[in-house]
């Protein structure tokens, strides 16, 4: 079920993906479960294996950035720079589709999410299949994302025909997405490519959505998502040294206290390597058997913006 991603196994997990099977592949975010995006039988399978709601968009994955003209009708000056810079990479553009893209993959929308990954078994496998990949997060919907194999296997099993193991992903949270569909950028989910980094390419700063906007549905964007099963809320820092020897604890400003008795991870306080462990820690906490997760705030600084709206949905989701 797991492989090492040799050129036979790619050879192979291409042959499945034409054969509408589905394949879980890394990516530098988190591992992603893929399935041929121009064949709606196959895509239609990514939301029965995943229990995802049948409106909720697919970001398709490419070789390349000329592959942009096979799945958008309408390319930006603005994408194009920004494909230049930031591809292959973890950053998401919107952009209105072409007629003949399922609407499985777009939830129906007008628009549709692409992206080039940076991970050498990912564009292997973009090259070898030759098409788009549609890959959503390999895990059940709403829960945590997977940064390794195994976490695609305990998720999904056998649900999976391959699952190529390409080690611990990089970044470890998902992609920011930008829509450039309406002609103002927008981001529309935070990442770790910011909207500083965005301006300096195109000249402008991205906006986040009004709370009313009619922005087009895109992954991650739900208010209870990326959650653990196990209840959890947030604890100031000057609370920690008083929390329950019960309670498994996400920190990065303290260690155990002695005698505290369930899971204790201390996460670094450096936002990239934080976001690198993020998912790792709050699975490795929801398997720990306690009865609830304390998660130490995060800092204001826009460094933490994307790691604050994953952990945002993730309490807002966990305990269900």
Known sequence: MIFAPDSLTITRAAALLRAG????LP??????????????TATAKIFAAKDRPADHP????????EQLLDWASEIPKEAIALAR??????????LKKEEDVPDVVTGGQGTIGLRVPDHPVALALLRAFGGGIAAPSANRFGRISPTTAQHVFDELGESVA?????GACDVGIESTILDLSRGEPVILRPGM??????AAVIGRRPRLPAVSEDAPRVSGALAAHYAPRTPMRAVSSASLPTASAEAAVLAHSS????GHRAAWIQASSEPVRYAHDLYANLRALDASGAAEILLEEIPEASEWDAIRDR???????SGT
């Open 162 to 166: 391959m699952i190529l193991d390409g």
């Open 311 to 317: 952990l945002g949905r993730a309490l807002v989701g």
């Open 27 to 40: 990516t530098e975010t988190v591992y992603g479960l893929g399935a041929d995006a121009s064949n709606p």
């Open 193 to 198: 490519i910011g909207a500083d980094a965005i």
């Open 58 to 65: 697919l970001i398709v994955h490419l070789a390349d950035a």
């Open 21 to 24: 099977e589905l394949v879980a």
């Open 85 to 94: 810079a930031f591809w292959p990479g973890p950053l998401t553009l919107i």
């Open 255 to 258: 260690a155990a206290n002695a």
